[in-house]
C-alpha cells in the first residue's frame, strides 16, 4: 500500500474554512432540527425527556466514536476515518428521516453521531499537525469562526424549514449537507499526517496530569453547554413563549457572540499568552453563568436573562481555543488521540446531565442553575491550576 502525501505547505486561512466545515457534525446535528423538537415530541407521542434525549444519544456518539476515530486517523492517517465517518452520516440521517417511533431514532441518532464523531476529531488533529502554541490557538480561533457558521445559520434555517416542512424532511436536508462534506472532504483534505505503528498513546496521555485537569475542564463546561442546547428551545418557546423564527434569531445571535470571543481572542493572545486568555474567558463563563441564574430568580424577564447569556457565549469562544492549543501542546506525535479524548470529555456529562435537569420539564431555573455550576468548576479547576 502507497504511503498517502503529507501536506507540508497549507495557507492556514484555506485550512480553517476547511476545518471549519467539517468540524460542523455536532452542531448541524443538534441545532438544525432544534426549533422541530416540540414538534417531535408530540409527532412520536413522547415525552419532552425523550425527545430531548435524541440530542443526548447523538452526542454519546460524538463522543464515543471520537475514541475510535482519534486513534486510526494516528494509525491510518488522517483522510480514511474522515471520508468513511462523514459517507455513512449521510447515509443515517435518511434512517432518522423514516423512523417510525422514538427508539428507532434514538438508535439511529447514536449511530449518527459515532459516524459524525470523524469531523470533530480529524479537525483538531489535522490543525495540531499544521500549528502548535499560541499559532495553533490562532489557528483554532479561525476554525472556531468558520465552523459557527454553523450555529448561526442552522437554528434560523431550521426555524424556517419547520415552518414549511417536519422534522422528518430536516433529517433529509441534513443528508444533503452530509454529501456535500464528503465532496469537500475528499477534494480540498490533504493527508497531514503519515501511517505509523500503533504506540500507547492512551497511556502517556492518561499519566499527564496537565492533560488530565483540561479532560476535566472540558467535562464539566461540557455539562453546562450542552444543557444550554438541550434546553434552551423550550426555555425561550415554552416559558418565554417566543415563536420558532424568534427563537433561532436568539441562539443565532448568541453564536455570533462566540465568534467575536473567539476574533477578540485571536487578536489579544500573542500580547497576552494562551494561559492568561484561557483563564479570563473561563472565569468570565462562570460569572456570566451566576448572573444569569440572578435573572432567572427574580424573574427579571427575557431581555435581562439574554445579555449574561450572551456574554457566556462571548467567553466560551476564547476558552475552547486556548484550552485545546493548551492540552495538545506537548502531544504532537499523538495529535489524533489527545483530540479523541479532549472531544470525549466535553461530551462525557452532558448526554446525562441535560435530560435529567429536565425530567420536570425544561426551564429556565433548571437550565441557568446547571450551567452555573458547571462553568464554575470548570472555572476553579483552571484558577487553581499550574500556570505553566
Known amino acids: 500500500m502507497s504511503v498517502p502525501q503529507v501536506a507540508t505547505r497549507v495557507s492556514p486561512r484555506r485550512m480553517a474554512v476547511v476545518l471549519g466545515m467539517l468540524e460542523i457534525f455536532g452542531p448541524i446535528s443538534m441545532d438544525l432540527y432544534l426549533p422541530a423538537l416540540p414538534r417531535l415530541a408530540t409527532d412520536l407521542r413522547t415525552s419532552e425527556s425523550l425527545a430531548q434525549a435524541t440530542m443526548s444519544v447523538c452526542m454519546l456518539g460524538l463522543a464515543f466514536g471520537q475514541l475510535v476515530v482519534g486513534p486510526l486517523s494516528d494509525r491510518l492517517g488522517r483522510r480514511r476515518p474522515l471520508l468513511a465517518g462523514v459517507g455513512l452520516f449521510a447515509v443515517l440521517s435518511l434512517v432518522c428521516a423514516v423512523a417510525p417511533s422514538i427508539w ?16 470533530i476529531v480529524i479537525s483538531l488533529a489535522v490543525a495540531r499537525d499544521l500549528a502548535h502554541g499560541v499559532e495553533l490557538a490562532r489557528l483554532l480561533a479561525l476554525l472556531t469562526t468558520v465552523g459557527a457558521i454553523a450555529p448561526i445559520v442552522a437554528p434560523v434555517v431550521g426555524g424556517q424549514l419547520a415552518a414549511v416542512m417536519d422534522w422528518r424532511g430536516i433529517f433529509v436536508v441534513l443528508a444533503g449537507i452530509g454529501v456535500a462534506l464528503f465532496v469537500l472532504a475528499l477534494t480540498c483534505l490533504p493527508e497531514s499526517a ?23 475542564v472540558n467535562m464539566f463546561g461540557g455539562a453546562a453547554f450542552f444543557t444550554y442546547l438541550a434546553s434552551v428551545s423550550f426555555v425561550l418557546q415554552n416559558s418565554y413563549t417566543l415563536t420558532p423564527q424568534w427563537f433561532s434569531v436568539c441562539f443565532a445571535a448568541n453564536a455570533v457572540m462566540a465568534v467575536l470571543g473567539a476574533q477578540l481572542n485571536r487578536a489579544l493572545v500573542r500580547r497576552l499568552g494562551l ?4 483563564t479570563v474567558a473561563t472565569v468570565t463563563t462562570a460569572l456570566a453563568g451566576t448572573a444569569m441564574l440572578v435573572t432567572v430568580l427574580f424573574d427579571a424577564g427575557l431581555v435581562a436573562f439574554l445579555i449574561p447569556l450572551a456574554l457566556l457565549m462571548f467567553a466560551t469562544g476564547g476558552a475552547q481555543s486556548n484550552g485545546s492549543a493548551l492540552a495538545l501542546a506537548d502531544h504532537g506525535d499523538r495529535a489524533g488521540t489527545a483530540a479523541a479524548l479532549l472531544g470525549t470529555s466535553l461530551f462525557a456529562l452532558g448526554p446525562v446531565v441535560a435530560p435529567l435537569v429536565s425530567l420536570g420539564g425544561a426551564g429556565p431555573l433548571s437550565m441557568s442553575l446547571t450551567m452555573t455550576a458547571g462553568y464554575g468548576l470548570a472555572a476553579a479547576l483552571v484558577w487553581g491550576g499550574p500556570r505553566r
Do not use: H, I, N, T
Open 104 to 119: 428507532l431514532l434514538l438508535v439511529a441518532r447514536f449511530l449518527q453521531g459515532l459516524c459524525g464523531s470523524a469531523g
Open 194 to 216: 503519515p501511517p505509523k505503528s500503533a504506540g500507547r498513546e492512551f497511556g502517556v496521555l492518561l499519566r499527564d496530569r496537565l492533560f488530565l485537569r483540561f479532560l476535566f
Open 275 to 278: 494561559v492568561r486568555m484561557y
